[in-house]
């Protein structure tokens, strides 16, 4: 499955969750690959050798994340809650639609990134109003903390890390965890 993990801007958030995902992909048995979208790798080829590859597509007004985009099953998108105004960032929801136009069979998943956990439930509705602006476009139920994500793996986390697995990848990720403990 290819997963191209896009956002409005260029974020450093995009590449954590990325390889974040990845390991933890990794340590259930399954092949990996991370790329950057600007190394300009075939997606395609990259999907035949690979039973996943992450693509870091980071900001979706370049020609590489438009690629991305169009070669993938899922579109992740991390967004905070103060980012998530349809008026103001229209942009993102733009490029998502058009992104969908051409790839039918995109699905489009939104993860709610608030700066603690206090912010969570307001940060969710925020999301939602906004992706309800993109074709088929979904909230995911795991909401992840941005300052614990950015800091690295620890107990908060990896429950949401492997929960936001679950919904990406479905459930093979449940049954692949569910054998190794």
Same mark, same amino acid.
């Given at each position: 499955?290819?997963?191209?993990?896009?956002?409005?801007?260029?974020? =450093?958030?995009? /590449?954590?969750?990325?390889?974040?995902?990845?390991?933890?992909?990794?340590?259930?048995?399954? #092949?990996?690959?991370?790329?950057?979208?600007?190394?300009?790798?075939?997606?395609?080829?990259?999907?035949?050798?690979?039973?996943? !590859?992450? !693509? &870091?597509?980071?900001?979706?007004?370049?020609?590489?994340?438009?690629?991305?985009?169009?070669? @993938?099953?899922?579109?992740? +998108? =991390?967004?905070? =809650?103060?980012?998530?105004?349809?008026?103001?960032?229209?942009?993102?929801?733009? #490029?998502?639609?058009?992104?969908?136009?051409?790839? =039918?069979?995109?699905?489009?998943?939104? !993860? &709610?990134?608030?700066?603690?956990?206090?912010? @969570?439930?307001?940060?969710?509705?925020?999301?939602?109003?906004?992706?309800?602006? +993109?074709?088929?476009?979904? +909230?995911?139920?795991? +909401?992840?903390? #941005?300052?614990?994500?950015?800091?690295?793996?620890?107990? /908060?986390?990896?429950?949401?890390?492997?929960?936001?697995?679950?919904?990406?990848?479905?459930?093979?990720?449940?049954?692949?965890?569910?054998?190794?403990?």
């Amino acid at each position: 499955m290819i997963v191209a993990i896009a956002g409005g801007h260029p974020d =450093p958030l995009h /590449g954590l969750l990325g390889k974040t995902l990845a390991d933890l992909r990794r340590r259930d048995g399954c #092949r990996v690959l991370v790329v950057d979208a600007a190394c300009g790798q075939r997606l395609d080829c990259a999907a035949d050798c690979f039973d996943d !590859v992450l !693509v &870091a597509a980071g900001d979706c007004g370049s020609e590489e994340c438009r690629s991305a985009l169009a070669a @993938a099953q899922v579109a992740l +998108v =991390p967004i905070a =809650p103060e980012e998530a105004d349809a008026a103001r960032h229209y942009a993102l929801i733009a #490029r998502l639609n058009a992104a969908r136009m051409f790839n =039918p069979g995109l699905r489009v998943l939104f !993860v &709610a990134t608030p700066d603690g956990e206090g912010a @969570a439930a307001d940060g969710v509705h925020a999301v939602r109003a906004y992706a309800a602006e +993109v074709m088929s476009g979904h +909230v995911a139920a795991t +909401v992840l903390d #941005r300052r614990a994500l950015l800091a690295g793996p620890g107990v /908060g986390i990896d429950d949401g890390i492997a929960a936001l697995s679950t919904e990406v990848f479905g459930c093979a990720h449940a049954r692949r965890h569910a054998i190794h403990h």
